[in-house]
């Protein structure tokens, strides 16, 4: 059992700046993926970036160039570092990790330990 919580969302003018956290109860380290997904009101919910345990990372076509994930192993927190952030960002954002069982594949990766979502509101 992975437990995931989300800090850092707020409301920001468009073309601003956002970093997002999410500390894990598991060591980051030793685990295979993790990413953060988005959510609009009325919209399904969407990748946006991963990062596998060797460092690799993947990104959503829209966000590209815009945003950053990370990790601090140290911490067991994962980042994402949202720049130029534009109206169609707005929504919640989660945190989550790879579970054998999970049912949301994305990026070659199986997710299903989720955090409870960050909001992240734009206002042009």
């Known amino acids: 059992q992975v437990q995931l919580v989300e800090a850092g969302g707020g409301s920001v003018q468009a073309g601003g700046s956002l970093r997002l956290s999410c500390a894990a109860s598991?060591?980051?380290?030793?685990?295979?993926?993790m990413g953060w997904f988005r959510q609009a009101p009325g919209k399904q919910r969407e990748g946006v970036a991963t990062?596998?345990?060797?460092?690799?990372?993947s990104y959503a076509d829209s966000v590209k160039g815009r945003f950053t994930i990370s990790k601090d192993n140290a911490k067991n927190t994962l980042y994402l570092e949202m720049n130029s952030l534009e109206p169609e960002d707005a929504a919640m954002y989660y945190c989550a990790s790879y579970n054998a069982y999970g049912s949301t594949w994305y990026r070659d990766c199986r997710f299903g330990y989720w955090g409870q979502g960050t909001q992240v509101t734009i206002s042009s």
């Open positions: 598991a060591s980051t380290w030793s685990i295979y993926c």
């Open positions: 990062i596998r345990s060797d460092g690799h990372t």
